[in-house]
């Protein structure tokens, strides 16, 4: 094969391939990229055989072909690529990587046939604005659990509508038993049946939704899911099991209700993290009647810090303790100027919202103090 | 042939004409999944490798089968994995002081938290009579004991035992409704069911459970008649209808004052199991099991023997003292040596909550249900005058009361009387269990820490 292509494109494109790649398959050519010139484009795709991401940038092709390239070298040498465009060249076995300045050779492998992503037949589908569904779905994916021990708790779940009001919108949610994190949206999707979107392909499919624009269309049966945008293709199994029921844990009534500056907030918490040690744990105090929200961190080597903030608090006064971490990433997606931080006690779990606006709903457990 | 020795036999000729990567990569964890007539199902673990043996072997793979049965067909492929799931690891072990939702998620239905279950009750000598008796009733439930009761000081398990039960029978018996509730919340409702006049309601909520665990009863002690007479009734119509009931309090039923006779005998009509406090090898067990092998900073044996030694009565304050080392610990990202541990524990023994003799006296009179000013007044009957000389007693023994101020404080009494009491009472202990049980259940109720 012989083409020219935008360096940019090739590179990226190559990045959110080498996610899908299995490094600990026994079969050196899955461990690659597979290139296929064809036309007027390059097409690129990967696998680690349980996921898969395929895609086509525009290229000049000279000679039609097929090859499987190891990832690491190539993108080491693209990230000090400084040329718009680059030649491709394979060569018995290698391929060769042409700038202005540099020629490159590196080992490939000739392969002419490289597993395809599966289709799935007869799915359920959910068409999303791929902006949309990048930043809801990373308004939640950050509460899922990294282990895989429990596969549903390190999933998103996505789900439409609710027991009491079916369809017309749309939810994600994610935990890890500590803390939990839901989104929900207007769709125009009618009411579909709800999946768990293993954890790692999540965190690879937002890092692919977030470099392309326009719609996605997601078709899923029981145990797959394919999403199908004009630029690429991406393909995963699901997690089968049931996502914890825990629409029923969520408070409905609170003692103590604090409104108070997101950013004066978090950059409290984080100025306290300093002094919140190994386990993270800050104490938080609301004195109702002095409308002063007050945040604590000792460590033992280091020393401690104090902070007060002016809020609006209704209800008893409050006393708890939190890890620092779980509040500031709880916190991030909130996207409003104040936040409201509504308790339950100083040992059931604390509701973080956006004062005006519902759709986004962070969970989070006290700590034992 | 069966399955199994077939597939082995085109495994392995399969794998002489095809790559070793290639082999491991396609045909790992491949099987056959289901026979029928002339089709064979071929399950495979991901969809990948099914569509790549479809496109690439399928003709091979059902030569290789048909040399050896001639009477397949065809081949189907799916996606399916074989046998049981791999071992799954451990669960990572949070971190104690986290909390995670299961400290709040109760099934609704049952008002059960699956964190308790048998498998992490620890059984020892002093507890093996209530969790022996739990079983047998887990086994035949309202048949054998009806009801069963059982009764321990603070901290030492019984709310497990109680909804481990409950979880059981969950378990074993799906059909079966189970409802665990604590007495306060039981009275509660319905005391709201009267005022709103949904008695009716309450009545048949209660009366459709099969089994019915209330845990702490000597709480309805201090409830009216009203609430008595529906336990009562509840537990008559419950129990003729063999349905299971279980009870847990902090002291056996004879103890518990203030409540008829007739719901006394019921509570002791079936079995009672008592939950002692746990010897030093229990607490030592309990102490081992709650720390994870791998966990970082392992307290040593040594501390953990310190801890079980220096905690002696209270399960739950042990393995809080447990607890606070582990953390201190992790601060100190070291193991502590013994003398640090001392030092924790002796600041984290909760300084005895400081008490007022008002305190002291008020708990008393409730507890023997006499009025309080009786204590004070002159009168010398029977029924005042014990409790009149545990409060002396008491006074000077966790008050660090003098004698003449103790004197003072009943009515002006003279210095003599109060150490009459006070060896009086300190003698009839060593004697008397039941004055024993009395003083260590007031003790309870004086320090009793809110329950987590």
């Not at chain 1, 945040?295 to 620092?324: M, P, R, V, Y």
């Not at chain 2, 104690?96 to 049952?110: A, G, K, L, P, S």
Request: one cysteine or more; glycine letters at 4%.
């Amino acid at each position: 094969m012989e083409l020219s292509c935008f360096k940019t494109h090739f590179q990226k494109s190559i990045q959110l391939a080498e996610r899908q790649t299995n490094q600990r398959n026994a079969n050196p050519v899955l461990n690659g990229i597979f290139l296929k010139a064809e036309k007027n484009h390059l097409l690129i795709r990967s696998t680690d055989l349980y996921s898969g991401f395929e895609t086509k940038i525009p290229a000049q092709v000279k000679k039609e072909g097929t090859l499987v390239i190891q990832a690491k070298p190539i993108i080491s040498l693209l990230s000090s690529v400084n040329d718009e465009k680059i030649f491709l060249e394979s060569k018995n076995n290698n391929i060769n990587l042409t700038t202005k300045n540099t020629s490159t050779t590196i080992k490939a492998y000739d392969q002419e046939d490289f597993p395809k992503l599966p289709k799935i037949k007869n799915g359920q589908k959910l068409v999303f604005n791929a902006e949309k569904l990048f930043s809801n779905m990373k308004s939640v994916i950050f509460a899922a659990s990294e282990s895989d021990i429990k596969p549903e708790i390190s999933s998103v779940f996505f789900s439409s509508g609710s027991k009491n009001n079916p369809g017309s919108f749309f939810k994600m949610a994610a935990t890890d038993s500590f803390r939990l994190a839901e989104k929900s949206f207007d769709s125009k999707t009618e009411k579909i049946d709800s999946f768990l979107f293993p954890g790692k392909s999540a965190l690879d499919f937002i890092k692919i939704i977030e470099n392309f624009e326009g719609d996605v269309e997601l078709e899923f049966d029981r145990q797959h899911l394919f999403a199908l945008h004009p630029s690429f293709s991406y393909f995963t199994r699901l997690i089968e099991g049931n996502f914890p029921d825990y629409e029923q844990i969520i408070p409905s009534a609170f003692s103590t209700e604090v409104t108070l500056n997101k950013k004066e907030l978090t950059d409290n918490l984080k100025l306290a993290g300093v002094f919140s040690g190994r386990l993270k744990e800050v104490k938080l105090r609301a004195y109702a009647g002095d409308n002063i929200f007050e945040i604590t961190t000792s460590d033992s080597e280091l020393g401690e810090h104090n902070g007060q903030l002016k809020a609006q608090i209704t209800g008893e006064n409050l006393e708890a303790s939190f890890n620092q971490r779980y509040l500031l990433e709880g916190l991030e997606p909130v996207n409003s100027e104040d936040v409201i931080l509504r308790f339950s006690g100083a040992s059931k779990p604390l509701l973080i919202q956006n004062p005006r606006d519902v759709s986004y709903l962070y969970l989070v457990m006290p700590m034992k103090s | 042939m069966i399955k199994e020795e077939l597939w082995k036999e085109i495994l392995r000729e399969l794998e002489l004409t095809v790559s070793k990567a290639n082999f491991a990569t396609w045909f790992q964890n491949t099987f056959i999944a289901d026979q029928d007539e002339g089709k064979i199902i071929i399950g495979t673990p991901s969809a990948f490798i099914k569509e790549w043996l479809e496109d690439k072997y399928q003709k091979h793979i059902l030569k290789c089968l048909r040399a050896r049965s001639p009477e397949v067909r065809s081949i189907e492929f799916k996606i399916a994995t074989f046998g049981t799931v791999q071992e799954k690891k451990a669960e990572p072990k949070s971190t104690e002081e986290q909390m995670d939702f299961r400290d709040i998620y109760t099934d609704r239905e049952t008002n059960l938290n699956p964190k308790y279950t048998l498998d992490n009750f620890i059984v020892g000598i002093f507890n093996e009579l209530a969790h022996a008796s739990a079983l047998s009733v887990i086994k035949n439930p309202g048949v054998l004991y009806n009801p069963l009761f059982i009764y321990g000081g603070v901290g030492l398990g019984k709310t497990h035992l109680m909804q481990a039960i409950g979880n059981k029978m969950k378990a074993d018996y799906p059909d079966k409704k189970v409802y665990y509730v604590s007495a306060e919340r039981f009275a509660n409702e319905l005391v709201a069911a009267i005022r709103n006049n949904e008695t009716v309601f309450f009545k048949d909520k209660y009366r459709s459970f099969d089994v019915l665990i209330i845990d702490d009863i000597q709480f309805i002690a201090s409830r009216g008649a009203a609430t008595q007479e529906e336990i009562f009734h509840t537990f008559n119509s419950m129990h003729q209808a063999n349905k299971q009931i279980i009870f847990s309090s902090d002291r056996p039923p004879k103890l518990i004052p203030n409540i008829e006779d007739r719901l006394r005998s019921r509570f002791e009509g079936g079995t009672i199991a008592d939950i002692v406090e746990p010897d030093y090898e229990t607490r030592l067990a309990i102490l081992q099991s709650k720390t994870a092998p791998n966990q970082e900073y392992q307290p040593s044996l040594e501390i953990l023997e310190y801890i079980a030694s220096a905690v002696q009565s209270n399960i739950r304050e042990m393995e809080g003292s447990l607890n606070s080392v582990i953390v201190r610990s992790k601060m100190k990202k070291r193991p502590l040596d013994l003398s640090e541990v001392k030092e924790i524990l002796t600041k984290n023994e909760k300084p005895r909550k400081v008490l007022s003799a008002q305190q002291i006296i008020r708990k008393i009179a409730q507890f023997y249900d006499i009025q309080e000013k009786f204590l004070f007044e002159k009168t010398r009957r029977k029924e005042v005058v014990k409790p009149r000389q545990v409060a002396m007693y008491l006074l000077r023994e966790d008050f660090n009361g003098s004698f003449p101020y103790i004197g003072q404080k009943f009515g002006g009494r003279d210095h003599t009387t109060a150490i009459h009491a006070y060896t009086k009472i300190t003698n009839e202990i060593k004697r008397d269990d039941r004055l024993k049980e009395e003083i260590k259940t007031i003790r309870a109720q004086l320090y009793e820490e809110e329950k987590q």
